[in-house]
């Protein structure tokens, strides 16, 4: 088990609530990112990866395998997580950020993640979605921000590109205990969202067969 993980629910579930038309021509293509590329296979990846670890989802047959680094270097992460679709190579690909300690208002994790998303709004638009509150539930001192983060339902520190891509990207600062958290930066592929539909009912269509 990861410290640190992602779920397999598409993010691009979102895009229910878009006012975008995703339907259109000119869409920007989300790029694989680290240096990665989208369709390598895992067979290729360990040969750059020795320690690569891996193990099969249990609801879909996606594999899900930890690096601890990149093509391309990136400083900010402590491991990156790919999940790798059968006949289809890697098709997600999650960063998961060091450690951030002894900030218990938030302040130095919330100055990472705005020099993330500056960066990101720069490559692929403005057009992204917040969800940025605090204090809903539990948590609700200034100096509890990572503990709330880390409470269902009591805060939440995102952003979401979803309008105009073909892909997405989300951005998170999550927390892990008392001013500890972590940056987490999620790229799906153009194609995720539908194999994970197909795998889906591939599943659901085994699962009537057997009744």
């Not at 993980?5 to 694989?32: E, K, P, R």
């Not at 979803?162 to 989300?170: F, P, R």
Request: aromatic letters at 12%.
């Amino acid at each position: 088990m990861f410290k640190k993980t992602f779920s397999i629910i598409s993010v691009g579930i979102l895009a229910l609530a878009s006012t975008a038309t995703l339907a259109q021509d000119n869409l920007t293509t989300v790029n694989a990112p680290f240096g990665f590329k989208w369709g390598q296979t895992e067979e290729k990846t360990l040969k750059t990866n020795p320690n690569m670890a891996c193990n099969t989802l249990s609801d879909v047959p996606v594999r899900s395998c930890k690096v601890s680094v990149s093509p391309k270097p990136f400083s900010k992460a402590e491991f990156f997580q790919l999940l790798f679709v059968p006949n289809s190579g890697l098709q997600k690909v999650g960063m998961y950020g060091n450690d951030i300690t002894d900030d218990l208002y938030g302040s130095s994790g919330k100055a990472h993640y705005s020099k993330l998303q500056k960066s990101l709004t720069k490559k692929y638009g403005d057009k992204f979605t917040n969800f940025e509150y605090i204090g809903a539930d539990l948590y609700d001192e200034s100096d509890e921000f990572y503990q709330c983060l880390a409470y269902s339902g009591c805060g939440a520190h995102a952003s979401y590109w979803i309008d105009g891509l073909n892909g997405t990207i989300a951005l998170s600062l999550n927390g892990l205990s008392r001013g500890k958290g972590f940056l987490k930066l999620v790229y799906e592929s153009k194609d995720w969202s539908r194999h994970l539909d197909e795998m889906k009912n591939d599943q659901e269509s085994i699962n009537d067969d057997s009744l």
